[in-house]
């Protein structure tokens, strides 16, 4: 009888060395998922290529013609979307008051991370964020146009009220230098109106930064009817963001110091 359990206790004993190990090799394979593997390489610094960022069904081709193209465009992106960085980063100074300063920044760091690819000649990936950093530019300087537009006419529908009341008030139509002041601001109305119609024009063409373009020019024109036809002096400080942003400068002193498109913290 004894032999027997003995007997018994051996097998039982067999068959669990047989199926501990497979359980806890089994556990180790589940705990191997997507989000582990993504932790053990952030951990143990191995090297992650930019095609494990995007899904399998959304991954680039990565043959020799699509490098060719991805260093064409790269490169011509990389100047063209800093130039543009350059432009917002004058607009987001001046106008603080928009909250535009987190998309900048985030526009920002989206083209630095793009040109690290580039440097790591990771073109092909380098292109995609780079077309992507294009994309999220112009859709800051759709909301810029709004912004100017709304600017611009509301300092054009002065323009022409002044400009209006000029030409009624009867002791301006016998005076010639009064008379040469009414017709330089009605040409100066014209033109101005003129660029907010070539400004539409681009938005209708997703042209953005060549509608702030147009609408810059706009509003200096307004300002100048607005300063001519006002008392000397009464309005000169009231226009000196637009006169800096119309010359893509920084109003303030202390943000001026830096030239670089960097992020942008509001001072306090």
């Known amino acids: 009888m004894k032999l027997k359990t003995t007997n018994m206790l051996c097998v039982v004993c067999f068959i669990l060395s047989l199926i501990i190990p497979s359980l806890v090799f089994s556990q ?3 705990d191997t998922g997507p989000q582990v593997k993504d932790q053990q ?33 790269s490169e011509r992106l990389m100047q063209d979307n800093l130039e543009n960085i350059y432009i917002l980063k004058v607009i987001v ?14 526009i ?7 040109v690290a ?12 964020e780079l077309e992507r950093n294009k994309k999220n530019i112009s859709d800051l300087f759709k909301k810029i146009v709004g912004v100017y537009q709304d600017q611009a006419h509301t300092m054009l529908d002065e323009c022409a009220d002044k400009i209006l009341n000029f030409s009624l008030d009867e002791k301006n139509k016998y005076d010639p230098n009064r008379s040469r002041v ?5 040409m100066r109305l014209w033109i101005a ?41 009464e309005r000169k400080e009231e226009f000196r963001v637009h006169k800096a942003d119309n010359m893509n400068r920084v109003l303030s002193g202390e943000t001026a110091k830096s030239t670089s498109p960097g992020p942008q913290t509001s001072p306090k």
Do not use: C
């Open 28 to 30: 180790q394979k589940a």
């Open 41 to 73: 390489k952030q951990t143990t610094g191995k090297r992650v290529h930019p095609r494990e960022e995007y899904p399998p069904d959304q991954r680039p081709e990565e043959d020799y013609l699509a490098r060719f193209k991805g260093i064409e465009v």
């Open 93 to 106: 100074l001046n106008f603080k008051q928009q909250g535009w300063e987190k998309e900048y920044n985030e």
């Open 108 to 114: 920002y760091e989206e083209y630095k991370k793009a």
């Open 117 to 128: 690819k580039y440097y790591k000649r990771q073109v092909i990936y380098s292109r995609l």
């Open 182 to 186: 009414l017709f330089q601001n009605m």
């Open 193 to 233: 109106y003129g660029q907010t119609d070539d400004a539409d024009s681009s938005v209708l063409d997703n042209q953005y930064k060549s509608a702030v373009y147009h609408l810059r020019i706009a509003k200096s024109y307004a300002i100048n009817i607005l300063e001519d036809l006002s008392p000397e002096g």
